[in-house]
């Protein structure tokens, strides 16, 4: 199936832990996006990559670090994780660039102990 | 003022109804309007993409955008219960990442 798929699902983890997503599209999109949704449903972009580039870096601590082997895949290493790290993160694709529309994998709900 | 306003609800409708869904935004520089879908636990999927003013219809949904009175709304039909989600508006004016609203819960209720 072509998709936007993100693993692991779930991720339940103590602090101070480092932990990774993986994300991968088979859609042929030359952006890759990373959103986090926090408990109120509110999607907050983070990072946006255009074929491996590093496009959009938003207010994140560098705790967060993404990385982009190529263009069908985009990866977010989390450090030092802290409670206010637990919430859903989603990968997206776009076709082009920010005026094309995103399509989301079904998101790594991380829960932080 | 945020960015982009939308009422959270949660709103709940028998089956069959109309059901309306708003957004409002302050700048006037966005042109690419976008309405998501999101079931529990998954991702969101959209529904319908729009540029600029103007009108657009696919089966039961139809999307509205007023840019003179930075308001869009999504129109639903003959809704069904496979309809309760939360549907969420997103925008941009092209050149800055999509904005999203904070989604507005919907129940359809058989």
């Known amino acids: 199936d072509t998709a936007v798929s993100q693993t692991p699902k779930y991720l339940v983890t103590q602090m101070g832990n480092d932990k990774s997503i993986k994300c991968e599209q088979n859609l042929g999109h030359d952006t890759m996006y990373w959103y986090k949704q926090d408990s109120k449903k509110f999607l907050k972009i983070m990072f946006s990559?255009?074929?491996?580039?590093?496009?959009i870096n938003e207010t994140v601590p560098n705790r967060f670090s993404p990385k982009s082997p190529d263009k069908a895949h985009l990866n977010l290493h989390i450090n030092s994780l802290e409670l206010g790290d637990s919430a859903v993160y989603f990968c997206a694709s776009s076709l082009r660039g920010k005026d094309s529309p995103l399509h989301f994998g079904n998101g790594t709900r991380l829960t932080v102990t | 003022q945020k960015e982009v306003e939308q009422d959270p609800g949660p709103l709940s409708v028998p089956e069959g109804a109309i059901v309306s869904l708003n957004c409002t935004y302050s700048?006037?520089?966005?042109?690419?309007f976008m309405w998501y879908r999101q079931y529990s636990r998954k991702g969101p999927e959209l529904l319908m993409y729009?540029?600029?003013?103007g009108n657009k219809e696919d089966g039961r949904f139809t999307a509205q955008v007023d840019k003179s009175s930075k308001y869009i709304s999504l129109f639903i039909r003959d809704s069904q219960p496979s309809d309760s989600a939360t549907y969420l508006c997103?925008?941009?004016?092209?050149?800055?990442?999509?904005?999203f609203g904070k989604g507005t819960r919907l129940s359809v209720i058989a």
């Open positions: 729009t540029y600029s003013s």
């Open positions: 700048n006037s520089a966005f042109q690419y």
């Open positions: 997103a925008m941009n004016s092209g050149n800055t990442p999509l904005v």
């Open positions: 990559y255009n074929n491996k580039e590093l496009i």
